[in-house]
């Protein structure tokens, strides 16, 4: 018998210097809210508990319910990130799903099949015309947490090098692309000319 629903862990990795943009992006307004707050709203919808990873000494202003946590080290890069998430989950979080900050337009029954994949798999992403992409993600903490805490101490700063240690199941674009019919899930914000008109 269940203890009750499936506890479910959401890493936001907002650590980046945001160099390409020329300002901090993540609190850019996309569709009249901030780009981190959008992301972490998306990701509330199906997660139990939500880490957002911020540079040390970076403070976000951060809704209700999101845990602030700081990378060891300042712009290691996103799989060190995703180490500093993984590290402040509740460590009876297993299932985690990983998004960047400057993803303001998540849909939340595209990141739900990304979760229902873990059923079967140790690790999830979605493709495009181009292939696999590393965010957003879904993985078994159980299996990558230490893959990832071997990578990051070899000094590998790269997500897709997790795609590359650990068996991935990869949602083609025809499957989730009816959820998400304009694939606004995969868009990210580099510079200015990203946030719409």
């Known amino acids: 018998m269940s203890d009750g629903p499936e506890r479910i862990g959401a890493i936001v990795l907002a650590g980046g210097r945001s160099a390409r943009f020329g300002r901090d992006k993540l609190a850019e307004s996309f569709d009249g809210r901030p780009m981190l707050e959008r992301a972490i709203d998306a990701v509330s919808s199906v997660a139990t508990e939500v880490i957002v990873v911020a540079a040390p000494g970076g403070m976000p202003i951060l809704p209700v319910g999101a845990v602030l946590a700081h990378d060891a080290s300042p712009y290691e890069g996103p ?28 849909v939340p029954a595209v990141l739900r099949r990304l979760l229902d994949a873990l059923d079967d798999h140790e690790l999830a992403v979605l493709a495009d015309d181009e292939g696999a992409r590393p965010l957003p993600m879904a993985l078994r903490r159980s299996t990558a947490g230490p893959v990832v805490d071997r990578l990051v101490a070899g000094g590998e700063r790269r997500l897709r ?37």
């Open 79 to 106: 799989l060190a990130g995703l180490s500093s998430g993984l590290t402040a989950l509740d460590p009876a979080v297993d299932k985690v799903l990983v998004v960047g900050g400057d993803m303001p337009s998540l």
């Open 161 to 197: 090098a997790l795609l590359a240690e650990l068996p991935a199941t990869v949602i083609e674009r025809s499957a989730w692309r009816p959820d998400d019919p304009s694939g606004e899930t995969l868009r990210d914000v580099d510079v200015p000319e990203d946030l719409p008109g």
